[in-house]
Nanobody, 125 residues
Framework: QAQLVESGGGLVQAGGSLRLSCVGS????????LGWFRQVPGKEREFVAS????????LVADPMKARFTISRDNAKGTGWLQMNNLVPEDTAVYSC??????????????????WGQGTQVTISS
């Protein structure tokens, strides 16, 4: 099964934290770079972070670099996005996906597939 399933979203106050999870299955999960994106209605999907299949390299978008951390555990088939010091502008649907092409870390969602359905994150001021 290739589908990814996200969880961990919710409503928190500004300054709070959330830890999102992304669960995949078996060998497919452990063989792919994993990426997190977010989207608000009417806007394009925005890159948040990605991590190589081995977990030895990560890429985090500049606006989130000081606040967000991406990690994974292939034995558990799970990836995480730790989000700290959240602000209302972080409100979005957060989705994870496999990077399905390319050998480097990419920020363009066109390089990704097998998207999960997403989890809503809402930050109140």
């Amino acid at each position: 099964q290739a589908q990814l399933v996200e969880s961990g979203g919710g409503l928190v106050q500004a300054g709070g934290s959330l830890r999102l999870s992304c669960v995949g299955s078996g060998r497919m999960f452990s063989r792919h770079t994993l990426g997190w994106f977010r989207q608000v209605p009417g806007k394009e999907r925005e890159f948040v972070a990605s991590i190589t299949w081995l977990g030895d390299r990560t890429l985090v978008a500049d606006p989130m670099k000081a606040r967000f951390t991406i990690s994974r555990d292939n034995a558990k088939g799970t990836g995480w996005l730790q989000m700290n010091n959240l602000v209302p502008e972080d409100t979005a649907v957060y989705s994870c996906a496999y990077q399905t092409s390319g050998l480097d870390l990419y920020t363009n969602p066109a390089y990704f597939g097998y998207w999960g359905q997403g989890t809503q994150v809402t930050i109140s001021s």
